[in-house]
T-cell receptor, first 118, second 112 residues
Framework: DGGITQSPKYLFRKEGQNVTLSCEQN?????MYWYRQDPGQGLRLIYY???????QKGDIAEGYSVSREKKESFPLTVTSAQKNPTAFYLC?????????????????FGAGTRLSVL | DAKTTQPNSMESNEEEPVHLPCNHS???????IHWYRQLPSQGPEYVIH???SNVNNRMASLAIAEDRKSSTLILHRATLRDAAVYYC?????????????FGRGTSLIVHP
């Protein structure tokens, strides 16, 4: 089955610790995204990548880092600089352009990782 | 992406139709209208999208106003499993780069 896999489902971080959230997709999508969702709020973009070895900051990138060494993988590291990391983290992927040259841009999301601070 | 405006919440009874509105008065000619929904504790899932004409699929229908400044997602017979947050988003298909943004959406409550 094609899709996006996020792991772990639940994660606990100790103060001063860096933690890494995994996101893998087998949809052959060029673009991948990380969002943060706080209770009762919409999704806020942290980072996105449209091609391997390239990524851009979103609206709330401070305290986070990413890498895109493979097309299938886009891990997110929550660093100790992120003072309020407790949230629901969502990874997504999409095509950038269809064969006709017009992008479909439909995003497919993982099931999310819920991060809490100990 | 141009901004969209949706009601914070709506309520419906099971097996009744639901009309979820979205205003996008600053929509450009190359913006597609996308709808996603997010079930509790899950990631959002794509529902439907359109440009100018009304669209139907197995999940829902999308009615787009003639001036494209508003649209309505129609669930023909609401079920308890349709209780979710529904997001209306505009996607610019003209450029190669865009930053997708999700607002707070509309929280749909379905009563048995």
């Amino acid at each position: 089955d094609g899709g996006i896999t996020q792991s772990p489902k639940y994660l606990f971080r100790k103060e001063g610790q860096n933690v890494t959230l995994s996101c893998e997709q087998n949809l052959n999508h060029d673009a991948m995204y990380w969002y943060r969702q706080d209770p009762g709020q919409g999704l806020r973009l942290i980072y996105y990548s449209q091609i391997v070895n390239d990524f851009q900051k979103g609206d709330i990138a401070e305290g986070y880092s990413v890498s895109r060494e493979k097309k299938e993988s886009f891990p997110l590291t929550v660093t100790s600089a992120q003072k309020n990391p407790t949230a629901f983290y969502l990874c997504a992927s999409s095509t950038v352009r269809s064969s006709s040259g017009r992008a479909k841009n439909i995003q497919y999301f993982g099931a999310g990782t819920r991060l809490s601070v100990l | 992406d141009a901004k969209t405006t949706q009601p914070n919440s709506m309520e419906s009874n099971e097996e009744e139709p639901v009309h979820l509105p979205c205003n996008h008065s600053t929509i450009s000619g190359t913006d597609y209208i996308h709808w996603y929904r997010q079930l509790p504790s899950q990631g959002p899932e794509y529902v439907i999208h359109g440009l100018t004409s009304n669209v139907n699929n197995r999940m829902a229908s999308l009615a787009i106003a003639e001036d494209r400044k508003s649209s309505t997602l129609i669930l023909h017979r609401a079920t308890l499993r349709d209780a979710a947050v529904y997001y209306c988003i505009l996607r610019d298909m003209a450029g190669g780069s865009y930053i997708p943004t999700f607002g707070r959406g509309t929280s749909l409550i379905v009563h048995p």
